[in-house]
T-cell receptor, first 114, second 114 residues
């Protein structure tokens, strides 16, 4: 296992189009997180899964955003009707549950909405 | 809610200089504390962590001590190298509602000149 993998690495889309990103976590990890990072800011929490259950969603996650984790393995994040304000780096991380265990991050998907 | 505050960057140092990056936190519970590092073009990776008061996390010459009385977790290194140039993120993992979702500061960019 080579770590958390995200695809695509870069995505340019026109405003109003839908986009979908994929994250493949470390296989033993049952937690999976999605974060958004804009220039000069730290990662902002969007949502997380424990196995296939989506347990929490941030207020940042508008109704245009949806995430799934079928079978508790890979996850997808879809943004519908993209807006220029959605341009950001979307980060996926995975971990075991618990307070002391680190999150392992993928390299992210950079979205540019033109 | 929980939050992390880091000193603003960029921090610019000459090689072999002493480094301090300040981090303070606000948490409802008793969090674990982390420093993550992001090298150019790479994903975030854990640098060090501390899970209880007065613990010292250390790795690659970097150190940080969990100070509950001052709610701080400052990152230090005695002699920085050019290869330490990166963005450093302070983070906590707390349990409001049982979640242990990692919460990040905005990051501090470190630039080390030869």
């Amino acid at each position: 296992d080579t770590g958390v993998s995200q695809n695509p690495r870069h995505k340019i889309t026109k405003r109003g189009q839908n986009v979908t990103f994929r994250c493949d976590p470390i296989s033993e990890h049952n937690r999976l997180y999605w974060y958004r990072q804009t220039l000069g800011q730290g990662p902002e929490f969007l949502t997380y899964f424990q196995n296939e259950a989506q347990l929490e969603k941030s207020r940042l996650l508008s109704d245009r955003f949806s995430a799934e984790r079928p079978k508790g393995s890979f996850s997808t994040l879809e943004i519908q009707r993209t807006e220029q304000g959605d341009s950001a780096m979307y980060l996926c991380a995975s971990s075991f549950p618990g307070p002391n265990l680190q999150a392992f991050f993928g390299q992210g998907t950079r979205l540019t909405v033109v | 809610g929980d939050s992390v505050t880091q000193m603003e960057g960029p921090v610019t140092l000459s090689e072999e200089a002493f480094l301090t990056i300040n981090c303070t936190y606000t948490a409802t519970g008793y969090p674990s504390l982390f420093w993550y590092v992001q090298y150019p073009g790479e994903g975030l990776q854990l640098l060090l962590k501390a899970t209880k008061a007065d613990d010292k996390g250390s790795n690659k010459g970097f150190e940080a001590t969990y100070r509950k009385e001052t709610t701080s977790f400052h990152l230090e290194k005695g002699s920085v190298q050019v290869s330490d140039s990166a963005v450093y993120f302070c983070a906590l993992s707390d349990r409001p509602g049982g979640s242990y979702i990692p919460t990040f500061g905005r990051g501090t960019s470190l630039i080390v000149h030869p």
